[in-house]
T-cell receptor
Framework: NAGVTQTPKFRVLKTGQSMTLLCAQDMNHEYMYWYRQDPGMGLRLIHYSVGEGTTAKGEVPDGYNVSRLKKQNFLLGLESAAPSQTSVYFC???????????????FGEGSRLTVL | AQSVTQLDSHVSVSEGTPVLLRCNYSSSYSPSLFWYVQHPNKGLQLLLKYTSAATLVKGINGFEAEFKKSETSFHLTKPSAHMSDAAEYFCVVSDRGGGADGLTFGKGTHLIIQP
């Protein structure tokens, strides 16, 4: 059981380049999330999805786009990368909506992105 | 609005001694509280959770936490530290009904285990 898988694990971009991070989960979860983790900041929610074909903004959505064409996949795109987007990105999924308080989040191992 | 404060950014203990990681929260509602652990270069994993049942919650790997409403605290403890406990620990609060962005993560506590 793979759980939540993120690709790629590492990437270096130049300012202005674009890229897509892929998240795949095999637990049949409805809810999926993208977070970014920066030193001393904890995790901040970028975008999330409550089901196939849906997306919504989180706390820090600017500069990112997402798509959920298939239930098991959640893509995070950077249209024009900026140095401020240097971070570690985590995808997570859950059976119940995170903010309902009873659900557990299952995380991928992270994707480390550096923007020069 | 909810918030969570992890009172120590780094905690260092010797192997075999007790661990205490401190977390205070604020919440307008009856909160759910979680502790997650992140080992180096790994994703976060749920350690334990409080969701209004017993106030003393037991988790994996011998960790436990006690919900104290009067002190608005949810401190994480373990009687005897092991080298494998070295990791980053996050306290998380949720106002139930807050939606996907209803989770607030603390800034993390880095636990160092000295041999």
């Amino acid at each position: 059981n793979a759980g939540v898988t993120q690709t790629p694990k590492f990437r270096v971009l130049k300012t202005g380049q674009s890229m897509t991070l892929l998240c795949a989960q095999d637990m049949n979860h409805e809810y999926m999330y993208w977070y970014r983790q920066d030193p001393g900041m904890g995790l901040r929610l970028i975008h999330y999805s409550v089901g196939e074909g849906t997306t919504a903004k989180g706390e820090v959505p600017d500069g990112y786009n997402v798509s959920r064409l298939k239930k098991q996949n959640f893509l995070l795109g950077l249209e024009s990368a900026a140095p401020s987007q240097t971070s570690v990105y985590f995808c997570a999924s859950s059976y119940r909506l995170a903010g309902e308080g009873t659900g557990e989040l299952f995380f991928g191992e992270g994707s480390r992105l550096t923007v020069l | 609005a909810q918030s969570v404060t992890q009172l120590d950014s780094h905690v260092s203990v010797s192997e075999g001694t007790p661990v205490l990681l401190r977390c205070n929260y604020s919440s307008s509602y009856s909160p759910s509280l979680f502790w997650y652990v992140q080992h180096p270069n790994k994703g976060l994993q749920l350690l334990l959770k409080y969701t209004s049942a017993a106030t003393l919650v037991k988790g994996i790997n011998g960790f436990e936490a006690e919900f104290k409403k009067s002190e608005t605290s949810f401190h994480l403890t373990k009687p005897s530290a092991h080298m494998s406990d070295a990791a980053e620990y996050f306290c998380v609060v949720s106002d139930r009904g807050g939606g996907a962005d209803g989770l607030t993560f603390g800034k993390g506590t880095h636990l160092i285990i000295q041999p």
